[in-house]
């Protein structure tokens, strides 16, 4: 079993950043893999929209509704995976959830979720 538990969710207004933190515990040493997700609040989280990937070997994946502007990152040694959130748009607004991927050769799917961390951009 792995726990995900989000955090650094809040209210920013536009233009702003944001970043949040995804500790991992558990069975962590499976994990190969890990991204974030989002979606609308109050909608089924596994429809949601992927955000960012990242790979173990370093291989990073970005939506391109982020590109430029989110950076992923991992902390082996915290156990602990960032999402780096900058020139927030209203349309970032969403619930975050880190997830714990399984896989390999560019298909993955989703072990583990967290419950996620809301994050809601002003105009």
């Known amino acids: 079993q792995v726990q995900l538990v989000e955090s650094g969710g809040g209210l920013v207004q536009a233009g702003g950043s944001l970043r949040l933190s995804c500790a991992a515990s558990g069975s962590i040493v499976s994990i190969n893999a890990m991204a974030w997700y989002r979606q609308v609040p109050g909608n089924q989280r596994e429809l949601g929209e992927l955000?960012?990937?990242?790979?173990?070997?370093?291989?990073?994946n970005y939506a391109d509704s982020v590109k430029g502007r989110f950076i992923i990152s991992r902390d082996n040694a915290k156990n602990t995976m960032y999402l780096q959130m900058n020139s927030l748009k209203p349309e970032d607004t969403a619930v975050y959830y880190c997830?714990?991927?399984?896989?390999?050769?560019?298909?993955?799917?989703?072990?583990?979720w967290g419950k996620g961390t809301l994050v809601t951009v002003s105009s």
């Open positions: 955000v960012a990937r990242i790979i173990s070997g370093g291989i990073i």
């Open positions: 997830a714990a991927l399984r896989g390999g050769l560019g298909n993955y799917v989703v072990d583990y």
